[in-house]
């Protein structure tokens, strides 16, 4: 807009170079914007690592030569499944 009204006294190569600086200053301020965001992006991704560390209470750990005595009688010893009068078909 400048150029326009100064137009007969400026000359025209200094009209084009304040066009390119216009434009590259429209780039620069985009790139800063996108570095801004990956500058978020890291210090939150840090910050959730804190969070999950430092501020959520940790569950009690089960010790495994405890853990079977506090089970069930009817709970099953072995990792075995049984299936009684089951039946499976295929249909396409």
Not at 20 to 40: D, G, H, Q
Not at 55 to 80: K, S, Y
Request: aromatic residues 12%; glycine residues 4%; hydrophobic residues 45%.
């Amino acid at each position: 807009f400048f150029c326009l009204l100064a137009k007969d006294s400026l000359s025209p190569s200094y009209a084009g170079l304040a066009l390119y600086k216009a434009l590259s200053i429209s780039a620069i301020l985009s790139f800063l914007v996108m570095m801004r965001t990956f500058l978020e992006t890291g210090m939150n991704a840090v910050e959730r690592i804190h969070h999950y560390t430092h501020d959520i209470a940790q569950e009690n750990q089960i010790v495994p030569a405890t853990m079977a005595a506090t089970l069930a009688p009817d709970w099953p010893r072995t990792g075995l499944i049984e299936f009684k009068q089951y039946c499976m078909r295929y249909r396409p």
